[in-house]
C-alpha cells in the first residue's frame, strides 16, 4: 500500500521562528490535505490541496504531485501553532475514499 | 453552521463489553468516515459511509461495525471490547467523500478498555 511519510518527526521552535514540514507519498493521489490535531485530539482542516499552493494567514502549503511530495509553511511561529500536524492522502484510482494519514510531525513552540 | 458532534466525548469500558459510538456530520454533508487513533498504529481508517451505505472499509476485524441513518447520522459499534480497542475514534464529515473534497472532523470519543 501507499506509505505517507512526514518529516521531521519532532520540532521545537521558538516562539517567531519559521518551519517546513514535509510530507512524502510513494503514490499518485487524488486528494492531499492537511490538519493540525490540537491538544484536545481534534483535527482542524489547515488546506485541501491536491496540487499547487495556497494561503491562509501565516500558514501556506504546496503539493507537487508529480513529485510527490507536499510542504507546508508555517511563519512567525505562535504557541498555538502547537501540536501534531498531519498530511492526509487518498489514493487513485478514485472511489477509494480512503483517507491514508501520514506518521505526523509534532510541533513544539516555545514562548 | 454547527460543526462535526461526536458522543460520548470520554467513555470507559471493560473488557467483553460493546459500545457505541455517535457521530452527527455537519448539515448537508452525506459522507461520515470513521478513524481509529492509538500511539502505537496512528491514525487508521475504518469504514465511510455514503447515503446509508458502506463505500469503503478499513483492515479492521469483524467487532467493528458501523451504520448510516437516513439523516445522514453514523453510529459505530465495537462488540466484545479488548483492551488494544483503547483510543480515540474520530468521526469525519464531507459532502461526497473523501476523495473530492474537505474533511471536518469531530472532538473525538476517548475509549478506554479496562
Known amino acids: 500500500g501507499i506509505q505517507v511519510e512526514q518529516s521531521p518527526p519532532d520540532l521545537i521552535l521558538q516562539e517567531g521562528a519559521n518551519s517546513t514540514l514535509r510530507c512524502n507519498f510513494s503514490?499518485?493521489?487524488?486528494?492531499l490535505q492537511w490538519f493540525h490535531q490540537n491538544p484536545w485530539g481534534q483535527l482542524i482542516n489547515l488546506f485541501y490541496?491536491?496540487?499547487g499552493t495556497k494561503q491562509n494567514g501565516r500558514l501556506s502549503a504546496t503539493t507537487v504531485a508529480t513529485e510527490r511530495y507536499s510542504l507546508l509553511y508555517i511563519s512567525s511561529s505562535q504557541t498555538t501553532d502547537s501540536g501534531v500536524y498531519f498530511c492526509a492522502v487518498v489514493v487513485r484510482p478514485v472511489n477509494t475514499d480512503k483517507l491514508i494519514f501520514g506518521t505526523g510531525t509534532r510541533l513544539q513552540v516555545f514562548p | 453552521k454547527a460543526g462535526v458532534t461526536q458522543t460520548p466525548r470520554y467513555l470507559i469500558k471493560t473488557r467483553g463489553q460493546q459500545v457505541t459510538l455517535s457521530c452527527s456530520p455537519i448539515s448537508g454533508h452525506r459522507s461520515v468516515s470513521w478513524y481509529q487513533q492509538t500511539p502505537g498504529q496512528g491514525l487508521q481508517f475504518l469504514f465511510e459511509?455514503?447515503?446509508?451505505?458502506?463505500?469503503n472499509k478499513g483492515n479492521f476485524p469483524g467487532r467493528f461495525s458501523g451504520r448510516q441513518f437516513s439523516n445522514s447520522r453514523s453510529e459505530m459499534n465495537v462488540s466484545t471490547l479488548e483492551l488494544g480497542d483503547s483510543a480515540l475514534y474520530l468521526c469525519a464529515s464531507s459532502f461526497q467523500g473523501p476523495n473530492t473534497g474537505e474533511l471536518f472532523f469531530g472532538e473525538g470519543s476517548r475509549l478506554t478498555v479496562l
Open positions: 459511509y455514503f447515503s446509508e451505505t458502506q463505500r
Open positions: 503514490d499518485s493521489v487524488n486528494n
Open positions: 490541496i491536491p496540487s
